[in-house]
């Protein structure tokens, strides 16, 4: 285990109750958005990260998945003192890039981890951006530009939003667990039209397609009783999309702070508590790598609105496997959305996010 | 003068015990020149040695005088033979590193004479062995009869009581033998010298007032 | 010999029944050879391990600590802007870039222990470096890894400091104490292996903040891509960085380090190389008795058909397997007597060139088989003159008595010739500079000094001996004359042993007259030059490497604290000198001119000090001025962060502190050079009557209550610096020894074969009535004359030794000029370890001799 990799790990993990939770602003209730001033950067809250997927798809028909998140965790200011030095701590940043290759069914992955020091990674508070060496994403109040590249593959992409922000949550806040504070301030961008350039294994493809954002700051994700979450970003055929997370309680029950939002063609929010909506695994897949076994065939209901919905992973293997860096190993991958809205067959795509499955977070031995 | 009492001498070689002389007794008067004869190995020479006091008898008494060579110490020994017994050896014996002049000093120089004495004394020995003028010359540049006159100077130069001499003539010619036997001879003659000569030669034999045969480390008195 | 397969058959036979049995005839002067080479060899060894293992662990250091770093930059002591760091990130090729920090610190409760500090960033180093943590417990967190005081150490480290994770431990980092807190243990793996572990871990923020370093960084290492050569990311950082930056890659630092280092191992090469000598003159001597007692033997032998060459291969064999076995033996020993020199010559290196940190002994099979060869090879050679002198025996000679000696007395007139040319070689040798910065022609004309004083031994001993025996002749003196009578019948076996003898004191007194020339001239030096009354330094200088500052403020607040006249701060920085890496040092020259002094080549020291200040110039060293050829007038020129620097040559000066060369500028000029603040020492100037007890105890005061600096006395200055002289030394008198111990072995060798010969002498004088005290004597006699004989040669030898090691080898390694001083208490010392050496070897033969069959002895022809 190297130093730095177990700091990470206990970074992010840390939390509810992590020390120095006191020095950072909580997440609370009646917060009001402001755009585009909230897609800048908000270090008075200790967790932060912009997150970017979407489906892509040249003239000649390949189809491509892309993730793109930048996180921010902020750091105890007592610990870097009154240090002089650039390299004192205010910020840690790390990054993740993947590309499914649907046709090929290869998934390839990035990773990177700054300390911020000398500008080498950052995000500003007065204006949209946000980067981590080459990787950045930021905009203007109408299209956002994302950039990264590693080893043969790049992405250059023009986003423009097709929907307002969809604001997740109750009264500005999106609660993780029992306690004020421990919640977040989340929103998306759920429909974004894309277009650029995708370079797969050095070759460069002009690519158009949909882009989902999310956007969150608050607390660490879980409480000490929580293993885990699945997390669906779902874009439907008719205009609609829905947000799903379920947190996975140790004893394997959904936690009773899991939700979801049903954004309607016209923007409206639609909130989705535990009881609107059901989740049921149906298909496994086991990782070679790290031993995890995920669900990678989903069956979504939504009683309310009538949906019944399968989601397939558009093929097993889309893990990132970071246990020799980050140590955070999860499921992100492009899936294949089928089913039935008002009993009439309806498919879409969206992205699975699945944690806590593979070794959860143990030092290996 | 020298007297041996049962002496016997035994060497063990490994395991093996060979006995080189056997219960001998033999009284040696002053004045007298004896011939000690018999086949090589029959222990001359172990006899001369046991009366010289440079080999010890494993059992038996060897008297020199009054003094008990056997019981001496090894330091005793080695003064005895400075001033009161002369050896002279078959291959003569010089130290190839002194002069002949040297060698026969050699005796009182270890005794710490005084330098006149020793002077003197060696003169006199030279002159007596007929080699005054030879006296700077190196034991190689002499011939082997020189070589044994030298030998017999330093062997007399102290005025020992006894004079032991192994198979002087050995390795001389007939010639040179004779010359050192008559020299040996004169000794006696003209000085009393008391002399013990091991030997095989008739012609040394003959010159001896009395001969003892040795046989097989046995003494066989004519 | 033949080659067919009865001819070989044939040789082994005759081997089996002439060596072999003499291992069994002769055990006694077997042994005795074989262990004079084992010693020759063993010294050699040791020195040879001992300094590739202290090479070893620089580049193995380097290596670990580089990890997978394909290229560095570094910036010397001026350091790196950090703010270089994005652009070199940015540069296509380099895939990453790790930035570093690092210094010497020393470990508060024991001072002299140095610990690496090495701090990096710690979310950055996965490409370069991996550091495992011991043990099973908890992970560091976040809070472990940041805090300003965290630090890890490795586990050997903790275990022999009794130190544990979560503990302290506080060190002398710049001017403070400053007490760490164990986060972590690091398990032996990359860099934790470096320096034997001695080496924590802290991450770069809190590092930068403890070493006084915010903003600047000591290297930046890189890892380039694979697709790109290393040389054109070097042309594409070459543009963009300032020119006071290298961009290398790792490994050169260790070739750097190598070079800075040759000089001191060619030193002790040279002088183990002298060891290893006097042990092959030790197997020509056992191989020249074996002739000689053999010669009977050699005579039997040709008569039934063996050739000559078959006798000259059978003792060249036999000197061969003799040194074969003993260097067989060396290298073991030599292991072993690496490990205990280690200490020494790691301290000394790491006092006077770099910190290192060396434990284990390497030995890598190239230099194990390079020592058997050289005492293998070397047995050979050695014997060859020998084995020839045996082929010449003809059948007839074979029986006659001294026929060797009297082919040796013939052939003294020619070996005193070569031994003449020798010494003219030897002589003319001196006058060629350096090759290369080494003075080879030096070492060789050593080698002539010796071999050619050789040469005279045969002949010394014959006139010896027949000086000896007129002037004792008829005198009451038998014992002496015969033991010179001895001596100069048997020059043949005897000159080899007094020329052995001859080589170990040469080096005794060679040694000894430069290392007392040498610490005279530094004595005087320091007392000439040190004037100050306290020196200030911090307390972490006193590990080499440390690179520990005073604060300008620190300067400011001295300068007026009562009492105190001036202050004069010193700055040195290692720079590259025109080619060779030296020191660019600063001081106040008004100060210096006022209250202290250098010795200058020219000119007097206020005067030139004063010049150089008002003419913007430097002074150099005596030593680089004569390596690189300058001279007062010149220009030297040099690379700073500002760029390249081109100043006049006002003074030399001469310096015994570095062996790299030296230039120093007044502080104004280095200021506006764009120079370093702070200064690395502060030397302080008392006015007259002040009281030093309350200067100290002020100064103590304005560094604060943490702080870790040294007062020292102009007195305790001047005996640290003579201190460290001697320990610089201590490796070359251990080798001073070996080589008399090996010289008294060959004289045991050639008494104990001169007892073994004259059985028969021995027995007459016995028989005659010498006592075996006399004949103790007589033995012991010889011995002396022996003694006496290499000591006379030795000694003059030894002083011609000295001045070559003064006036030609030092000066051409390290430009350093010593006042050549004679000491009678050298030959007093080399004459009662000679003599005392001689009496000590002649005794067992002595005993032998004295405990003689003298029947036996005299009854035979011999």
Redesign the interface.
């Given at each position: 285990m190297t130093i730095g990799a177990t700091a990470l790990l206990c970074l992010l993990l840390s939390g509810l109750g992590a020390s120095g939770e006191a020095a950072f602003r909580q997440a609370l209730p009646g917060y009001r958005f402001v755009f585009p001033r909230d897609h800048a950067s908000h270090p008075d809250f200790k967790t932060e990260w912009w997150y970017y997927s979407g489906h892509l798809h040249t003239n000649d028909g390949q189809r491509f998945g892309y993730q793109l998140t930048f996180f921010r965790v902020g750091v105890d200011p007592a610990l870097r003192g009154d240090s002089r030095s650039r390299w004192a701590v205010r910020d840690l940043y790390l990054a993740h890039f993947a590309i499914s290759d649907l046709a090929d069914r290869r998934f390839q992955y990035w990773e990177r981890r700054s300390r911020g020091a000398l500008d080498s990674a950052g995000a500003l508070t007065d204006a949209f951006k946000v980067w981590n060496g080459p990787w950045a994403a930021g905009g203007d109040g109408k299209t956002h530009h994302l950039t990264a590249s590693a080893e043969g593959y790049a992405i250059d992409l023009t986003l423009t939003p097709t929907k307002p922000p969809a604001i997740h949550g109750v009264n500005g806040v999106s609660q993780k667990a029992a306690g004020l504070g421990h919640a977040s301030h989340y929103y998306s961008l759920t429909k974004i039209a894309t277009e650029g350039t995708l370079i797969v294994a050095g070759k460069r493809l002009a690519v158009t397609g949909s882009t989902w954002m999310d956007h969150e700051f608050g607390v660490g994700q879980l409480g000490e009783s929580q293993a885990g979450w699945d997390w669906f970003s779902i874009q439907l055929d008719g205009g609609a999309e829905l947000m799903l997370y379920q947190i996975r309680r140790a004893d394997g029950r959904p936690d009773p702070y899991s939700s979801g939002s049903l954004i309607r063609p016209d923007g409206r929010v639609e909130h989705l508590p535990l009881n609107a909506f059901s989740l049921t695994p149906q298909e496994f897949w086991q990782s070679p790598k790290s031993g995890g076994r995920y669900p990678i065939r989903w069956r979504i209901q939504v009683p309310s609105r009538r949906l019944d919905l399968s989601v397939r992973a558009a093929f097993p293997d889309q893990e990132l496997d970071t246990r020799g860096s980050t140590l955070v190993t999860y499921w992100e991958g492009s899936v294949a959305i089928s089913g039935t809205a008002d009993n009439r067959p309806i498919t879409g795509v969206g992205y699975l996010e699945m944690t806590g499955y593979a070794a959860p977070f143990r030092q290996p031995l | 003068m020298i007297r041996l009492q049962q002496v016997s001498k035994i060497y063990s070689l490994g395991h093996v015990e060979v006995p080189a002389l056997d219960r001998v007794t033999l009284a040696v008067e002053p004045g007298e020149f004896v011939a000690l004869v018999g086949p090589s190995g029959c222990g001359k020479?172990?006899l001369l040695?046991l009366m010289?006091g440079?080999?010890r008898p494993t059992s038996g008494e060897v008297w020199l005088e009054r003094e008990r060579l056997d019981c001496l110490s090894?330091?005793r020994l080695?003064?005895?033979?400075?001033?009161q017994i002369g050896?002279v050896?078959q291959?003569f014996?010089?130290?190839?590193?002194?002069t002949a002049k040297?060698n026969v000093?050699?005796?009182l120089?270890?005794?710490?004479?005084?330098?006149g004495e020793?002077?003197q004394r060696v003169e006199r020995g030279l002159q007596r062995v007929g080699l005054t003028r030879r006296a700077e010359h190196w034991p190689?540049e002499l011939s082997g009869g020189e070589q044994q006159r030298v030998a017999i100077a330093?062997a007399i130069v102290a005025g020992p009581r006894v004079v032991l001499a192994d198979e002087p003539t050995g390795n001389l010619d007939s010639v040179a033998g004779g010359a050192v036997l008559d020299l040996l001879e004169e000794l006696h003659r003209e000085q009393g010298q008391t002399i013990v000569l091991a030997t095989h030669s008739p012609e040394a034999v003959k010159r001896a007032g009395r001969v003892v045969h040795l046989r097989d480390g046995r003494l066989e008195e004519f | 010999m033949g080659g067919s397969k009865s001819s070989n058959v044939h040789t082994w036979s005759v081997i089996r029944l002439t060596i072999l049995r003499q291992l069994r005839t002769n055990p006694v002067r077997v042994l005795v050879t074989v262990t004079g080479v084992a010693i020759g060899v063993a010294a050699f060894t040791a020195i040879q391990a001992t300094n590739e293992s202290v090479l070893h662990s620089f580049t193995q250091a380097i290596d670990l600590v580089a990890g997978r770093a394909t290229l560095e930059i570094t910036g010397g002591e001026a350091g790196i802007d950090e703010r270089l760091l994005p652009a070199v990130q940015q540069i296509d090729g380099v895939s990453a870039a790790a930035p570093i920090v690092q210094t010497v610190a020393s470990v508060a409760e024991q001072p002299g222990e140095a610990l690496l500090l090495l701090g990096v960033d710690l979310f950055a180093e996965n490409p370069f470096r991996e550091y495992r943590l011991a043990g099973s417990d908890r992970p560091p967190g976040i809070e472990d890894l940041l805090s300003l005081d965290a630090i890890f150490v490795t586990t050997t480290f903790a275990e022999a400091h009794g130190l544990r994770k979560g503990g302290h431990l506080t060190l002398l980092v710049g001017m403070r104490r400053q007490r760490f807190s164990i986060k972590g243990l690091l398990a032996p793996q990359g860099p934790a292996r470096a320096f034997d572990g001695n080496i924590a871990i802290l991450d770069i923020a809190a590092a930068q903040a403890a070493f006084g370093r915010i903003g600047r960084l000591d290297r930046i290492d890189l890892v380039t891509r694979e697709q790109v050569s290393p040389d054109e990311i070097r042309t594409r950082l070459a543009k963009l960085l300032p020119p006071h930056l290298t961009v290398q890659r790792p490994d050169r630092r260790g070739r750097q380090v190598e070079k800075m280092l040759r000089a001191f191992r060619l030193n002790l090469t040279a002088l183990s190389a002298i060891a290893l000598l006097v042990s092959l003159f030790l197997v020509y001597n056992a191989v020249s008795l074996s002739v000689l007692e053999r010669r009977r033997q050699i005579g039997i032998l040709r008569s039934l058909g063996l050739t000559r060459g078959a006798v000259a291969a059978l003792f060249a064999a036999e000197g061969t397997a003799l040194g074969l076995l003993g260097s067989l033996l060396g290298v073991g020993g030599g292991l072993l007597l690496g490990r205990s020199l280690l200490r020494g010559v790691s301290q000394t290196v790491s006092t006077l060139y770099a910190y290192l940190r060396v434990d284990a002994i390497q030995a890598g099979p190239v230099l194990l088989l390079t020592a058997l060869g050289l005492g293998g090879a070397g047995a050979l050679l050695a014997s060859i003159a020998p084995a020839y002198a045996a082929s010449r025996i003809a059948p007839k000679d074979a029986m006659q008595i001294g026929s060797f000696e009297r082919t040796w007395i013939r052939r003294s007139h020619r070996i005193l010739l070569v031994g003449l040319l020798l010494l003219a070689a030897a002589f003319l040798l001196t006058r060629p500079g350096p090759v290369g910065g080494a003075p080879l022609f030096g070492y060789l004309s050593l080698a002539c000094l010796i071999f050619g004083v050789a040469c005279f031994t045969p002949r010394l001993l014959r006139l010896t001996g027949t000086g000896i025996h007129l002037l004792c002749r008829g005198r009451r003196a038998p014992l002496l004359t015969l033991a010179a009578g001895t001596l100069s019948s048997q020059v043949g076996r005897s000159a080899v042993a007094v020329a052995a003898m001859m080589t170990a004191v040469a080096m005794l007194v060679g040694l000894t007259l430069m290392i007392g020339s040498f610490r005279r001239t530094v004595e005087l030096w320091v007392e000439q030059t040190i004037r100050a009354d306290l020196i200030v330094s911090p307390a972490a200088r006193f590990v080499k490497g440390s690179d520990a500052t005073l604060s300008d403020s620190f300067i400011e607040s001295a300068a007026r604290v009562p009492g105190i006249a001036a202050v004069d701060p010193f700055i040195g920085q290692r720079v590259e000198l025109m080619g060779h890496e030296g020191l660019l040092a600063t001081g106040d020259f008004e100060v210096v001119a006022h209250y202290g002094r250098l010795l200058f080549r020219q000119g007097e020291s206020a005067a030139v000090m004063r010049r150089a200040k008002a003419e913007d110039g430097v002074i150099i060293s005596e030593s680089l001025a004569l390596s690189r050829g300058l001279t007062e007038g010149d220009r030297v020129s040099f690379v700073l962060p500002s760029g390249r620097i081109e100043l006049p040559i006002t003074g030399v000066f001469y310096d015994y502190s570095t062996d790299g060369g030296k230039v120093v500028m007044d502080r104004k000029l280095w200021t506006r050079l764009g120079g370093d603040h702070g200064a690395d020492m502060v030397a302080i100037y008392l006015q007259p009557g002040a009281d030093e007890a309350a200067v100290r105890r002020q100064l103590l005061a304005i560094a604060g209550t943490d702080s870790a600096i040294a007062l020292n006395s102009n007195r305790a200055l001047k005996a640290r610096v003579l201190e460290i002289f001697d320990n610089a030394f201590a490796v070359a008198r251990a080798l001073e020894l070996i080589a008399i111990v090996v010289g008294v072995l060959g004289i045991f060798n050639v008494l104990w074969a001169s007892v073994l010969s004259r059985q028969r002498e021995i027995g007459i004088l016995r028989s005659v009535g010498a006592t075996k005290a006399q004949l103790v004597r007589v033995i012991l006699g010889e011995a002396g004359l022996l003694g006496l004989l290499a000591e006379l040669l030795g000694l003059l030898a030894g002083i011609a030794l000295s001045l070559i090691l003064i006036h030609v080898i030092n000066k051409q390694s390290f430009g350093w000029t010593i006042q050549f001083q004679f000491s009678w208490w050298v030959v007093v010392k080399s004459s009662i370890i000679a003599l005392g050496a001689a009496l000590l070897a002649g005794y067992l033969p002595a005993r032998q001799a004295a405990r003689l069959n003298i029947p036996a002895a005299v009854a035979y022809e011999g």
């Open positions: - | 020479s172990t040695n010289a440079i080999d090894d330091e080695a003064r005895l033979r400075r001033t050896i050896y291959f014996n010089l130290l190839p590193t002194l040297e000093a050699l005796p120089l270890l005794d710490g004479r005084r330098r020793v002077e190689h330093r | -």
